[in-house]
């Protein structure tokens, strides 16, 4: 990946609806050698998907919690149940694996507390074997972006 491949990641990151030719433009190049880069960067991995970002507030999505679990349990069987369990909720956004006092961290986010209430009972009555769930919510969120460093 060179300082082209890098720029044209950051451009999409900030804006993935951008014209070719502007995109080509912004990079001094032209259409094709700029379409063929990015077609390279999708075909490698790179870039994963083109997505729309949407304003959780705006759409009634006003509570975030981060939930960190710890279990006794780490047999593959209860393991793969698991992640298939919390892979189904909608509400989870993100989903750790983690190594220090918790072994696993979920953000969530939902309507209000009613809704993680819902969320919560019905994550723990759908997994056995959780000694402990515990749950901490944003007050405000000072800083949110799905841009990777480059």
């Known amino acids: 990946m060179d300082k082209i491949d890098k720029h044209?990641?950051?451009?999409?990151?900030?804006?993935?609806?951008?014209p070719l030719q502007q995109?080509?433009?912004?990079?001094?190049?032209?259409?094709?050698p700029c379409w063929n880069r990015i077609?390279?960067?999708e075909n490698q991995g790179m870039i994963?998907?083109?997505v729309a970002l949407l304003d959780a507030d705006k759409v009634g999505l006003e509570l975030i919690a981060f939930v960190q679990i710890k279990t006794q349990q780490h047999s593959e069987a209860w393991f793969e149940h698991f992640?298939?369990?919390?892979?189904?909720?909608?509400?989870?956004?993100?989903?750790?694996?983690?190594a220090g006092e918790y072994d696993y961290m979920l953000k969530v986010l939902?309507?209000?507390?009613?809704?993680?209430?819902?969320?919560?009972?019905?994550?723990?009555?759908?997994?056995?074997?959780?000694?402990?769930?515990?749950?901490?919510?944003?007050?405000e969120q000072l800083k949110y972006t799905t841009e990777l460093p480059l």
């Open 83 to 98: 992640v298939l369990q919390v892979k189904g909720f909608s509400q989870v956004m993100e989903f750790y694996r983690m």
């Open 110 to 139: 939902v309507k209000d507390m009613r809704s993680y209430d819902q969320f919560y009972k019905t994550l723990v009555n759908n997994v056995s074997g959780l000694t402990d769930v515990n749950s901490s919510f944003a007050m």
């Open 23 to 32: 995109l080509a433009d912004k990079l001094n190049l032209t259409t094709t």
């Open 48 to 50: 994963k998907q083109r």
């Open 39 to 41: 077609k390279r960067l």
């Open 8 to 18: 044209i990641l950051k451009l999409l990151q900030q804006d993935c609806s951008l």
